[in-house]
């Protein structure tokens, strides 16, 4: 086995794994030739699917695992039972140092909790964040938390903007990221007084991060700012609007394009340049939702996800190791002041 | 002057006013025959304009002000001072029965509170919510509250669902209309305390509803519901998000048609289908947000409206008025059983 960076997957969450969880790490190893894997899940059911691989088998050891965790399996059964799944043992290879990070498309709610349970959270950080790039006018922006945290205070949501400034510094190359606090109108007067504490708590930091103040739902597609702060509730339903909105308008299209003769006829000639289209809006360029502010990497793939989407977000975690996401959270949060390092306080609201 | 249905415009809000209302207005005494205005603003300025369209001049009336709520007025300018405002003065048409609704491109805030203020609330409600069309899949879903209620109670959400219900009767035409309270999962055991105290209120219910329970984002867009109840922070996100992805995806649509020589011309081809699929999904299609639970007809038209946006504002009132929609909702909280009907709470976040 070679490579620098080892990557654990579960192969078993998702859809239509543990094909597409193969297939995608396939496509992953060619973009990422450092690249090799540790591969939990069913041997019965992964070592044929490697056979026909032959390059990605020589990058992957297979860990048999006899459990899987279900879609709508509770948390309390991720955590307590299921000791020997796909999910945990990925994780755990995490912790053991096996592996840099982990890649899942199983069940977001075992995932977070099983990661934070065995991972635990950074220092300095009381909660970690699901946090996804998300297509805008002027490139891409990193939107957390987008359902990891139900309700905030404003310790971390504070937390959320430095990472949230560290991914975009790392992950997207911006030299110097601007954070906007996702609100109801950019007026100081308006929004909950959490919001406001918020704001005032990320403008009085020292660290020298470029906070533009408050920024409003249509502000995430157009771009308004590189790193998009709210909680997980609002973030959650932004984040499903956009791709529902999304979904909408190319079923409109779609049957627009069905109307005539004429404009199916205009779609052909069109079809190049509307594939560009879709592809730039297509969901699976960017899947790979990350668990930020954990003791190693972990990423979240798209429950539906298939293996295209299944290699962006072995991509995700792979940018995020290669640039030491995670030593740049602790260095960052170490420049804090003592006095200032947020400490864990209950919810507010 | 002729004409059953008399509606108060305020005829200085928003950025193209006050010429962009009186072709509105024009446009709407095309469309509905029976409607006839009192029209609120400079006089100077309002009767050159309504010279231009003679027929509008005889199912019109100006009343002459002098006074104008900027966009940025805060809201305590706009219900202390500026008492001979165009807005103030429209509002206190429909107070005094003279007209039966307003419709106003005006300052938001400065809307809801004037109008809640001068209107109050109907019986049994205890805060008026911002509610809009948005269009869907399956056709169209009434959505409140997009952002007159920052903070919400469990009885609020409840009295929202009970107003968009009455709502998506009326005004939308559907005979048995289903209820989706927003949240973060479907399962019962995801989200704030809040909503779930909400869910339990709706459920509970002895009036005739349609609950369907708890949607995510996507839902709104794909029609699962007719009425999406959420809170007016979450609403005004996902508000904003939607319309903001909208204008994502036309920009990169546009940019792909201009990609080669190819392109161009199968858009030229396909340039009627195209259109359609414009005007479905043109935001001036969907202009006019009412606030509900007022003793009137309140529309607000969005801000940058032009003619044809301020027109389908106009029409939404005229739907509200024609079809009793105040008096259905006063008839549906009667129904309750008097232990049952809300009373007004404090905030209980």
Do not use: W
């Not at 939990?40 to 990605?56: I, N, S, T, V, Y």
């Not at 934070?116 to 490139?139: M, Q």
């Not at 260095?331 to 919810?347: G, I, K, M, N, Y």
């Amino acid at each position: 086995m070679s490579g620098d960076i080892v990557l654990a997957l579960d192969a078993m969450g998702g859809d239509r794994a543990p094909a597409m969880v193969i297939r995608g790490a396939n496509i992953a190893r060619v973009r990422h030739p450092s690249l090799c894997f540790l591969v939990f899940g069913d041997e019965r059911k992964l070592a044929p699917l490697l056979r026909k691989f032959r390059r990605l088998g020589q990058v992957c050891t297979i860990r048999h695992t006899t459990e899987v965790i279900e879609p709508n399996d509770r948390m309390a059964i991720a955590l307590r039972q299921r000791k020997d799944s796909s999910m945990r043992r990925a994780i755990l290879a995490v912790s053991e140092g096996e592996a840099a990070g982990v890649v899942s498309a199983g069940n977001t709610g075992a995932l977070m909790a099983l990661a934070k349970f065995v991972l635990k959270t950074l220092p300095g950080i009381s909660r970690p964040a699901i946090a996804s790039i998300f297509p805008t006018r002027r490139g891409e922006s990193v939107v957390l938390d987008l359902g990891a945290n139900i309700e905030c205070t404003s310790d971390n949501l504070f937390q959320f903007a430095i990472m949230g400034e560290v991914f975009a510094r790392t992950v997207l190359g911006v030299s110097k990221p601007t954070i906007g606090l996702l609100n109801v109108g950019e007026e100081e007067v308006k929004g909950h007084e959490l919001i406001k504490s918020a704001a005032a708590r990320i403008q009085e930091t020292e660290l020298p991060i470029e906070f533009a103040g408050f920024i409003e739902g249509d502000d995430i597609p157009a771009g308004t700012v590189d790193v998009v702060v709210t909680d997980g509730f609002t973030g959650n339903v932004a984040l499903k609007v956009a791709e529902g909105t999304g979904r909408l308008y190319t079923d409109f299209l779609r049957a627009a394009f069905r109307r005539s003769v004429f404009s199916k006829l205009g779609y052909l000639l069109a079809r190049p340049a509307l594939n560009a289209f879709r592809e730039r809006v297509d969901p699976r360029r960017y899947d790979g939702a990350t668990l930020l502010g954990l003791n190693g990497v972990v990423v979240k793939s798209h429950g539906g996800t298939d293996h295209k989407g299944f290699a962006n977000a072995i991509g995700v975690g792979v940018d995020m190791i290669s640039q030491g996401f995670n030593a740049n959270i602790i260095d960052e949060l170490s420049r804090l002041h003592s006095d200032q390092v947020p400490e864990p306080t209950s919810a507010a609201m």
